[in-house]
């Protein structure tokens, strides 16, 4: 319906004044998967959207034309990050700088993307280094030779640890002076590290409270303690990076499932060329084993493909020529010849990435918590560490030297890592294991909400149902023929877009019957179509809005619609011709889908504007509560009343429930649902299969639960370690490797989600 619209949301071009927030990016295509996200920004290529130029070889790239306010778009990766603070530590530095108005560090890609009034790309290049870490484009591998650094650093401290040890047994003079050594080797990287944050805006990091507490335990004589502590630090690093990259791997994995290169035909000849280069109607080829690059429609006869890397479906999936495939599918038994669907970063793994770094936008209210805490956390404890030192001494006659060693081990409790990271990695795990799953889920706060479901309203046609009613019978009133009033009707419904009119018009068309056009076509929601043919007034109206009919009408249309039918009336020119009886039937998973759900406790309801007898019959099928007859606006004051008792999600596909969605605690979509309903869900299920529903529910759950226990782990033990270390029980290395133990601890924790679970 809404393929005319480059936009995807369903309106008409005239009409589209400005993108909505969930609307595609200018030129996007829709695609057989149906899910909308603007198209991911890459970091090859350069260009500022304000004054048009373009200068390759730059590390920058603009993904849009600029908007209304003729803002540049810039876009480039980033390395060196270790958690969701190094993250806040590039935003807070780039947004410093002049003309920038908006700076965001996509963590779980590590993506920085930055809007600007002008081109502001070597300000931002030597911002983000001035702070300590690197822009990059793809085919650049800094990350690795930074890993390789911080390995020889961490090697060099432990030899140098070891050789001061060894030393203090045969002298210990020159062992102490090693290690007083080992400690300066180790304090430089790490002093100038917190200097480039400092400079940055960012003064309260883990760098700076190493430097404090390094060159604190330096002063008072405790060398030894000094330089094992830099090298936990750098071990911790270590295991805070590797870390990080696990959390990544859900949506790293979904890149993986991209080719670099495609086989395209031209003219019969073959040519490798790179993905930017295929355009909607190249023609490529895909051997047996591999996958498929971009989204494509099938030219083959028939072949099976293994979707389950994008939709979940363990099974290979049989497709006929003219089907649409997506890319990451893997073609089964034999060569396939496709023609490409979709633009150079609108294929649907491109989407579904694109929706998971959307998400960190929409983050939880949890998350936002933490991150608000986490600023404020480090002062704190840096101001406690400060009291510890001074007040027993001043006030109480307490020996300096234990009292600024006890400072000191609180300096490194107050690093936030495991608690910063702590939301975000379980976040970014679910959101990546629910794709897997064949469920996408816009944002953090979307997945909050889901795990806090205990309700959920289903729309019935093409919900429920398959959404593809069939024509039954045809019941006449007057003199016309069954064919006349198939075609009179057919006419008025040709190109509406509505279940019931497609079924219409099939049956006409089946019929070989010959349609007339229509002119003046108008869709009264919730009631029905009106139209001009061949100069008649011609409606189509639900029984219960249409007027005039006798008793025995009512009566047999009564008849039909107890059989679980769906009946429409046929009018010309304000008589009653007859009425076209059409059925819907369940889907295949509907009963088991709703069983499962009310296993986890959540109650089900169908909203439906169809007539309450063929509700009814619908309803007694899934054991569930109806309301009929309800029009658009019905659905709404449901939903409305609903979410007040609890929390309540909206499942539906058209454009009517959108507005339900939108009013519903959670708006919930279906794959193959039009244009409209996608962008207003805060999830969709790409398989369009209601089995979908528990399995998602039920991984939300999971990672509510898994942020409890790791904001627990985060705040726990940093509990713990300020009660011993104020009694004296715990000391600097110990401090240091409990807060790197409890990052890695987390992250572990959160890598859970991403198992597959029979």
Request: charged fraction near 20%; include cysteine; proline fraction near 5%.
């Amino acid at each position: 319906m809404h393929q005319h619209h480059a936009c995807g949301c369903g309106k008409p071009r005239a009409s589209h004044a400005a993108a909505k927030p969930l609307c595609q990016v200018r030129q996007a295509r829709p695609l057989s998967l149906s899910i909308h996200a603007a198209t991911p920004v890459t970091a090859d290529t350069a260009g500022c959207c304000c004054d048009g130029n373009s200068s390759p070889g730059n590390e920058a790239n603009t993904a849009e034309e600029s908007d209304r306010r003729g803002s540049c778009h810039f876009s480039w990766q980033v390395s060196g990050m270790d958690c969701p603070g190094c993250a806040r530590t590039i935003e807070t530095a780039v947004r410093q700088i002049s003309g920038i108005t908006d700076a965001r560090v996509l963590f779980s890609s590590e993506k920085l993307v930055v809007n600007a009034d002008n081109d502001v790309q070597s300000a931002v290049e030597q911002a983000v280094k001035k702070a300590g870490f690197q822009l990059v484009t793809p085919s650049e591998t800094p990350s690795a030779s930074s890993r390789g650094q911080q390995n020889r650093i961490l090697m060099l401290l432990a030899l140098l640890v070891l050789a001061s040890s060894v030393l203090s047994h045969f002298a210990p003079a020159w062992g102490d002076r090693l290690f007083v050594l080992t400690t300066l080797v180790g304090l430089v990287p790490v002093a100038r590290g917190a200097w480039q944050r400092l400079r940055s805006g960012s003064p309260f990091t883990i760098e700076t409270l190493m430097t404090l507490a390094s060159a604190g335990a330096l002063i008072i004589g405790a060398h030894a303690e000094a330089a094992m502590v830099l090298v936990l630090f750098q071990l911790g690093e270590q295991l805070e990076s590797y870390a990080a990259s696990r959390a990544r791997s859900g949506v790293t994995s979904l890149m993986a499932l991209r080719p670099e290169s495609a086989i395209r035909l031209e003219q019969g000849k073959r040519s490798e060329v790179p993905l930017a280069a295929l355009q909607p109607g190249d023609v490529i080829e895909v051997a047996a084993g591999s996958r498929l690059p971009v989204d494509g429609r099938l030219i083959s006869p028939l072949a099976s493909f293994d979707e389950s890397a994008l939709t979940g479906e363990s099974l290979p999936v049989t497709r006929a020529s003219g089907e649409e495939i997506m890319a990451g599918a893997t073609s089964v038994d034999r060569l396939v010849t496709l023609e490409v669907v979709s633009k150079p970063g609108e294929s649907a793994i491109d989407r579904i990435l694109q929706l998971i770094e959307e998400a960190e936008t929409h983050r939880a209210p949890v998350e936002r918590f933490i991150d608000q805490f986490s600023r404020i956390y480090t002062p704190l404890v840096m101001l406690l560490s400060l009291l510890v030192m001074v007040v027993p001494p001043l006030l109480f006659a307490g020996d300096w030297q234990p009292w600024i060693y006890k400072g000191l081990t609180l300096l490194l409790i107050g690093c936030p890592c495991a608690l910063v990271i702590s939301v975000p990695a379980a976040i970014t795990s679910g959101l990546a294991a629910a794709a897997r799953q064949g469920a996408l889920i816009k944002g953090g706060a979307a997945l909050e909400r889901l795990s806090s479901l205990r309700r959920m309203a289903f729309d019935k046609t093409g919900t429920l149902t398959l959404g593809k009613p069939q024509l039954t019978q045809i019941l006449r009133f007057g003199p016309a023929s069954e064919s006349e009033m198939l075609v009179l009707s057919a006419a008025a419904e040709q190109g509406a877009t509505h279940p019931l009119a497609s079924a219409i018009v099939s049956a006409a068309q089946a019929r070989n019957l010959v349609i007339p056009d229509a002119q003046d076509q108008q869709v009264q929601a919730g009631r029905g179509i009106c139209a001009q043919v061949s100069g008649q007034q011609i409606q189509l109206l639900t029984p219960g809005h249409t007027p005039g009919l006798t008793p025995e009408q009512s009566a047999q249309i009564a008849q039909q619609e107890a059989e679980g039918e769906t009946l429409v009336v046929l009018m010309r020119d304000g008589e009653a011709l007859g009425a076209l009886a059409l059925r819907d039937q369940l889907r295949d998973d509907a009963v088991e889908a709703l069983r499962a759900l009310k296993k986890l406790g959540i109650e089900s309801l169908m909203l439906t504007g169809d007539n309450p007898r063929a509700a009814a019959t619908i309803a007694r099928q899934l054991d569930i509560d109806y309301r009929a007859s309800l029009l658009p606006a019905d659905k709404v004051a449901a939903i409305r009343e609903l979410s007040q008792q609890q929390p309540l999600a909206m499942v539906g596909d058209g454009i009517n429930d959108a507005p339900a969605m939108k009013a519903a605690t959670l708006g919930i979509a279906m794959g193959s649902g039009t244009d409209v309903a996608l962008e207003a869900a805060d999830a969709a299920l790409t398989r369009n299969q209601l089995s979908n529903l528990a399995p998602m529910i039920a991984l939300a759950r999971r990672t509510r639960r898994i942020i409890r226990q790791n904001i627990g782990i985060a705040l726990g033990l940093k509990a713990i370690f300020l009660v011993t270390t104020l009694l004296g029980l715990t000391g600097l290395w110990l401090a240091v490797l409990a807060d790197s133990g409890a990052t890695a601890l987390v992250t572990a924790n959160a890598l859970r989600l991403l198992r597959r679970r029979a």
